[in-house]
């Protein structure tokens, strides 16, 4: 099984989204998620979209750094710029690539709708082609 970390600012929203969705749409693929600086909470209309769309799981929370340093992801994807500044070297030697996407966080709830098809049609192919190269 391949990992993937995807790593936003306060974990709230887009990391949150994109791990959801890898774990739902991507067989063979496990993701992970933290923030450079965890809000403590998932955003609300992000859990949400992710409940509408059938990819909600209780799992899913804010979290840091500190609680996936041990993994060896095989890949990590920063979703805002200010991750990719902050986004520590890990151990491993996995490929760390940035796709960026606005944050919805503060905007009403069809942002986050937006968010969720942006992800899903740009990050998702992106993942399987890093990792089937990497195979």
Not at 15 to 30: C, D, R, V
Not at 68 to 76: G, S, T
Not at 104 to 119: C, L, M, N, Q, R
């Amino acid at each position: 099984m391949k990992k993937v970390l995807i790593v936003c600012t306060g974990n709230s929203c887009r990391s949150i989204i994109a791990e959801a969705l890898i774990n739902k749409e991507l067989n063979g693929i496990k993701a992970y998620s933290c923030g450079a600086k965890p809000s403590g909470k998932v955003n609300p209309n992000a859990k949400r979209v992710l409940e509408l769309n059938g990819a909600w799981s209780d799992s899913y929370y804010s979290k840091g750094f500190d609680e996936v340093l041990d993994i060896n992801f095989d890949l990590i994807i920063t979703v805002c710029d200010n991750a990719k500044e902050q986004c520590p070297i890990f151990p491993s030697k996995a490929k760390q690539v940035h796709i960026g996407f606005e944050d919805p966080d503060g905007k009403d709830f069809s942002a986050f709708e937006v968010t969720y098809k942006e992800i899903k049609k740009e990050l998702l192919p992106k993942v399987k082609e890093i990792l089937n190269k990497n195979s």
